[in-house]
């Protein structure tokens, strides 16, 4: 291990989490300190508009193993744990949400695991307080659909708490794609993984940044990243349609030789066939318009985000 280099890293990012910072400091100390390890606590100001980054700073100051960046602008919670990744520099690194739903205490169990040599222990939420009934089963719907489509094993009912090791996230960190899952990145990279099950607490303060239109559009990130479902389901749609053509072809003609000459006459039935058919059309030039999307994102080459301030970084 190099001099003064950590065995264990945190990294938790933040937008508007002014109100818990002191208290996942709090929480974080008392249990890291039970390793009898070195540790750092990396916090990453996500743009927020409170006071976070003067939390952050006032952490530092006092707590040199609190560290900090803040980003120049909002880039969304994907990309503060990719920071996180890139300035972390423990043997292995554990990344948590702020807000204390995924309790510090679980990570002690993580550690364990990793000490019998696995090199990803990721939390399962066996519970999960203080979430409605919708959260509930369209985050079980999504987890599930996830696992189904992809190419890559993604485990059910985990979010981004977990614990890796150094080559994990070194591996991560060779990966610089935009659209970001990091979930699935991590299950993408493979080595030895684990699970470990807790109960997900409600948040201790403040509202979650997690909006639907948010959520939805990390699940497409998802689908889209490792899967190309979406396209196949275009072409499958294509011949779906193609061959009910032609039995309508054949319906029509026999219909019309045996004299029901009036049947599938008339502006509106094709009027409603044709905005069917246009609407089909541009779903599929969707679908295709969001991958080309993809590839302009990654070929512009502009970097993931902006560091505006840091605390106890190099």
Known sequence: MLDGQPTFS?????????????????RMR?????????????????????????????????????????????????VAVTAGLDYASGKAVALIDADLQDPPEVILDMIKKWREGFDVVYG????????????????AMFYRLIRAITNVNIPVDTGDFRLM???VVDALKKM????????????????????VTYKRAPRFAGSTNFTLVK?????WDAITSFSYFPLQAATYLGFI???????MIVVVAALRLFGNSNFFFGQATTLV???????????????IGEYLGRIYDEVKGRPLYLVAQKWGLD
């Open 241 to 247: 349609i193609a061959g009910l053509s032609a039995v």
């Open 165 to 167: 090791d150094r080559r």
């Open 30 to 78: 008392e249990v890291m300190d039970t390793t009898g390890e070195p540790w750092e606590l990396v916090l990453v100001n996500d743009g927020s508009k409170d006071k976070t980054a003067e939390i952050i700073a006032a952490l530092n100051a006092i707590d040199p193993r609190v560290k900090g960046l803040s980003f120049s602008r909002n880039y969304g919670f994907q």
């Open 176 to 195: 610089p794609e935009r659209h970001r899952f990091i979930r699935g990145m991590v299950s993408w990279v493979g080595y030895k993984q684990t699970g």
């Open 10 to 26: 945190i990294i938790a990012p933040c937008h508007n989490e002014e109100l818990v910072l002191h208290e996942l400091h709090k």
């Open 215 to 219: 959520m939805m559009r990390l699940a």
């Open 124 to 139: 399962v939420r066996g519970e999960r307080d203080g979430e409605t009934w919708f959260k509930k089963s369209s985050a």
């Open 273 to 287: 066939m044709v905005l069917f058919l246009g609407a089909i059309q541009l779903i599929c030039l969707g679908v």
